[in-house]
């Protein structure tokens, strides 16, 4: 049974930052890409950023140069680490993988 688990959220004020985990069970994880998204009230799911097997990164990019995706084998887990936050940053955020596996999501919100 595959399990994507997502923790680290929280409320956080503008230009603060937050590390966003996902720990990922009954997947080989170093072949799996691993991928964020989010979703505001109201909008759609976004791609935030993704990390290959292979460590190649892709950010959208409302987000590049503020966030960091990175993954650790060891740990079957992948990271996000987000900087300098902006109300615009405010949604859940999920982890994702392949064929179609998804967390039960993580909120952030950027407020003052």
């Known amino acids: 049974q595959v399990q994507l688990v997502e923790s680290g959220g929280g409320v956080v004020q503008p230009g603060g930052s937050l590390r966003l985990s996902c720990a990922a069970s009954g997947i080989i994880f170093s072949n799996n890409n691993m991928v964020w998204y989010r979703q505001a009230p109201g909008e759609q799911r976004e791609l935030v950023a993704a990390?290959?097997?292979?460590?190649?990164?892709h950010y959208a990019d409302s987000v590049a140069g503020r966030f960091t995706i990175s993954r650790d084998n060891a740990k079957n887990t992948v990271y996000l680490q987000m900087n300098n936050l902006k109300p615009e940053d405010t949604a859940v955020y999920y982890c994702h993988t392949h064929p179609g596996y998804w967390g039960q999501g993580t909120q952030v919100t950027v407020s003052s």
């Open positions: 990390i290959a097997r292979d460590f190649a990164r």
